[in-house]
């Protein structure tokens, strides 16, 4: 319950922080920046060196990619049935793919799943599923339908290669097995418990709960999507390989959590339907709470 708290208050006090002028918007980028440069891969060296390599482990990124790689079609047949404009369609290919398998995940994970050692299934579903495609994927999908970009093999594998958190994952892959000097652990542990609260302030900041009425209709197409028939996907996924396990627990509820926020800046800034595109993030957000608990309760 504490952690649904935590991500209620935060969310909220991102939001007040904006509505009352005491931090802008853009101040998300700075939250997010720390997140992504020192949070989160303290908690990527924390946790992958106690990883124990098997099967179950590559789970997580074989239902991620799945998930991802059926939505993706199924926004395409979608938008050309209603007619979505190529800015629409663009920014849909974005923020209805791409999950928030990180922020958001881990603390309601953290509820759901608690006492369970659920965390190495996040991380492989972040940084082997939800990472790469936002790299690879994103910046194709960005390109594409800005053509503002031209995809070269080099500007991908750039990107790929210099996120802190995949420069971290590298890292901890040569350090399983390995203990760190307890100094080390706890300035790790330390930097690690920052991870959710800064990221839920940053969303918070981005929140755009405004919906005019032309906006409706993708709107919905990208939630049902995302918080609906992803997961279903998923379930399906684990039934048709006889997965029944902590690993496709954890990628189920990762399947719908609610759209990656930075997918939603990244379609903002490269002018994919700014609007719509905060819009789905931030009621995605708000809406995932009940979806997940309900797809939580049946799995279990």
């Known amino acids: 319950m504490e952690n649904i708290v935590l991500i209620l208050v ?47 482990l590559m789970i997580p990124a074989i239902i991620a990619w799945i998930v991802m790689t059926l939505s993706a079609f199924l926004i395409l047949f979608l938008s050309k049935i209603f007619n979505f404009s190529k800015e629409i369609t663009g920014a849909l290919m974005l923020v209805a ?51 503002k970009a031209r995809i070269t093999f080099k500007l991908i594998t750039f990107k790929v290669l210099t996120f802190p958190p995949f420069l971290c994952l590298i890292i901890a892959l040569f350090l399983v097995g390995v203990e760190f000097h307890p100094a080390i652990t706890k300035v790790l542990e330390i930097f690690a418990i920052t991870t959710v609260p800064l990221a839920l302030v940053a969303a ?40 029944n396990n902590l690993a496709s627990t954890v990628s189920i509820l990762e399947a719908g959590m609610a759209p990656m926020i930075t997918a939603g800046a990244i379609a903002a800034m490269a002018g994919l339907a700014p609007r719509l595109s905060s819009a789905i993030v931030g009621y995605g957000i708000i809406i995932s709470f009940a979806t997940t608990y309900i797809f939580n309760i049946l799995i279990m």
């Open 97 to 147: 793919v791409l999950t928030n398998s990180s922020f958001l995940g881990i603390p309601l994970l953290q509820t759901y799943l608690a006492g369970q050692e659920f965390m190495p299934y996040i991380l492989v579903y972040d940084q082997l599923g939800t990472f790469l495609a936002f790299a690879i994927y994103g910046t194709f999908i960005v390109s594409l339908y800005t053509s």
């Open 204 to 243: 918070g900041l981005q929140l755009q709960l405004k919906l005019p009425r032309e906006d409706i209709k993708p709107f919905s197409v990208a939630l049902v999507i995302k918080l609906i028939i992803a997961p279903l996907i998923a379930i399906v996924i684990c039934k048709i390989f006889g997965w």
């Open 10 to 56: 935060a969310l909220f006090l991102g939001y007040i922080l904006n509505r009352f002028g005491i931090m802008q918007r853009d101040g998300s980028v700075a939250l997010n920046q720390f997140v992504l440069y020192v949070s989160y891969p303290a908690i990527v060296l924390l946790q992958i060196p106690k990883m124990h390599f098997s099967l179950d």
